[in-house]
């Protein structure tokens, strides 16, 4: 994926031109074990950053997915509906959660690289 960043609170968000897409790392899901129900949030929502957008609920328990930066949703993974497992076998590839309108670029300079995220989790 080409500009990666991560956030503290576990959501990755790689961003093509103006287009960003959100999902939750490989270290979230680890934590929370194997998914049963995943949301997505609703086409056209505006979200400005840290706002909730979605609720992943696990075996283990439900949590919340913020928004990295603020953004209108432009497109829902629709596949996790009917397979939130998705989000356990692929979570930074397949698994993505939303893609979003980026509406101010200057919010990604707050964010983490691999390396950071790693230090981070570690």
Sequence with gaps: MSNLY???DHEWISVE?????????????????????VGVPDLGMK???GDVAVVVESV???SDVYSPI???IIE??????????LLNRAP???????????ADASQLEGLMD?????????
């Design 114 to 122: 691999r390396a950071g995220y790693q230090a981070h989790v570690s």
């Design 60 to 62: 283990k328990a439900a």
């Design 6 to 8: 991560f956030t503290e």
């Design 17 to 37: 031109g103006d287009v960003a897409t959100v999902g939750v790392t490989v270290y979230a899901q680890d934590q929370l074990g194997d998914m049963v129900f």
């Design 47 to 49: 979200l400005a950053k």
């Design 92 to 102: 930074e590839a397949e698994g993505w959660l939303w893609k979003m309108k980026v």
């Design 70 to 72: 603020d953004g209108e």
């Design 76 to 85: 829902v993974n629709e596949e996790l509906a009917t397979a939130p497992d």
